[in-house]
């Protein structure tokens, strides 16, 4: 086979204990026909020299001040189409790539040249011990990953993500004004226009740290995760999108209880994560019962 150069793209944020092995996890790659950019969004921990400590050219490493992932990204595709790059993936500064994954999604995007993205399978994995706590189902099927992605639901996991530069470039690249919901956002316009797949393979690993935004802004993130799916909705009515402000004016009562059982439903999963219950996770599969379906369904339709 043929190996396209892909660029794999590191915003890096405080991430000092464990920037090292994931920069370590994608230089162990397989895949042969790879730069790692890193782009320090303006650090204060150190994590920019563990960084620089790195004496391998395939590392690049860039600074900006503190602007977000999703600027970091942007920039990184500009670069990406300047030197003729196909392919951008997705690298957290704290999680882990297993070996084989740059090969595994690059065969398959070679593969279905009609999609614009891939993700795969991850393991969820404690932030000190990188002790294995739980496992994510991502769906092989083009047609389900847009269900889910239209309703709410993941679709992909943008860690684990690799993108075509041009299918990104097309869209206009990330919206900073998502803050914590920008893959909701980014996902949302790219399947307007591109089918969307997913490696069966659990090829990523998610550390699962207290102080994350993900964790500690659960608010904020469902806020804007709906304010996403209320712009999709009116880009298909042929509407102008709301700021964010008018958006959370809006908000109907049933809207508001959707967010409430989101934000709940994400406490609860969560739990399970950190004590290993099952308990939780009941509670969460009667609060929405889709998601039980969904993950069901992920194993079977193709």
């Known amino acids: ?126 932030a000190e011990s990188a002790r294995v706590i739980g496992s994510s189902t991502v769906s092989a099927s083009p047609s389900l990953i847009k269900w889910e992605i239209t309703h709410g639901l993941r679709g992909l996991i943008q860690g684990a993500s690799v993108f075509r530069s041009k299918a990104l470039a097309e869209i206009g690249g990330y919206r900073v004004k998502f803050i914590n919901a920008e893959e909701v956002d980014i996902y949302l316009r790219l399947i307007d226009r591109n089918e969307l797949r997913n490696c069966k393979e659990f090829l990523y690993n998610i550390r699962m740290r207290t102080e994350s935004l993900s964790i500690s802004k659960v608010h904020q993130n469902v806020l804007y995760q709906f304010y996403a799916l209320d712009c999709a909705k009116h880009r298909h009515n042929g509407k102008q999108e709301r700021e964010f402000d008018a958006f959370i004016k809006s908000i109907s009562c049933h809207t508001k209880s959707q967010i409430m059982r989101e934000e709940f439903q994400l406490k609860l999963w969560r739990n399970h994560l950190r004590t290993n219950h099952s308990s939780p996770l009941f509670f969460a599969a009667l609060l929405d019962p889709r998601r039980v379906v969904v993950r069901w369904l992920r194993k079977f339709v193709e």
């Open 1 to 126: 086979m043929e190996f396209p150069p892909v660029l794999v793209v590191m915003p890096l944020y405080n991430a000092f204990p464990f920037v090292r092995s994931a920069i370590e996890s994608i230089l162990s790659q397989t895949y042969p026909n790879f730069h790692l950019l890193v782009i320090n969004d303006g650090s204060t921990d150190g994590s920019e020299q563990v960084a620089a400590s790195f004496n391998d050219s395939r590392v690049i490493l860039w600074h900006q001040e503190n602007q977000g992932p999703g600027a970091a990204m942007n920039r990184a595709t500009q670069y990406a189409l300047h030197q003729k790059i196909p392919y951008l993936a997705r690298m957290d500064s704290d999680d882990i790539s297993m070996p084989n994954r740059l090969e595994t999604q690059i065969l398959l995007l070679e593969k279905y040249p009609a999609a614009a993205a891939c993700s795969a399978n991850c393991q969820y994995i404690d």
